[in-house]
């Protein structure tokens, strides 16, 4: 069988799994019968469902050797030959690691409603070189009138860092 996934939701997903192989369960990413793919090392948790998305017909947990590109748009499966191709013609091995991946759903937390919910967006860019800068926990203040989102951490021996980034309209 040939399944097609999308190769930035499966290259999403790779940057979340368990790198040490203790929990030999995450160190791939489920792709489910429902279209969801996700990882997690048990700190971070991806989790993307996508319209007409490909799956193996029943959840699998999926090891793919190598690094998917980013400009790779799609990844075809072929689990007779146990092939992985990109829509570049890049090629990977892969193989279903036997296991149960474990229950998300508990820990995803529930959307507000759109009404009461607060939504903003951000530059990924400007995102990424604020937590290159800031290490722990991040507080996040969202500046409303101001037009921007204000991100304070604490470094070193307690000295405070503050960076402030634009909200896009």
Known sequence: MKVTLNARAFRSAMMATEKKGHRPQLEGVSVEASGRIA??????????????????????????????????KTLEFDTHTGI???????????????????????????????????????????LAIIGSIMNGNIDIYLGGATGAILFKSVIGDGEEIAALMPIRK
């Open 39 to 72: 990882a997690t090392n048990g700190h971070v948790l991806y989790a993307c469902t996508q319209s007409n998305a490909g799956n193996f017909g029943e959840d699998k947990i999926v090891i793919l050797a190598g690094k998917i590109a980013a400009s790779e």
């Open 84 to 126: 992985c191709t990109s829509n570049r013609g890049k090629v990977f091995t892969f193989q279903f690691l036997d296991g149960v991946f474990p229950q998300i759903d508990r820990v995803i937390p529930t959307l507000p409603r759109a009404e009461t919910a607060v939504s903003v967006r951000v530059d990924s860019a400007l």
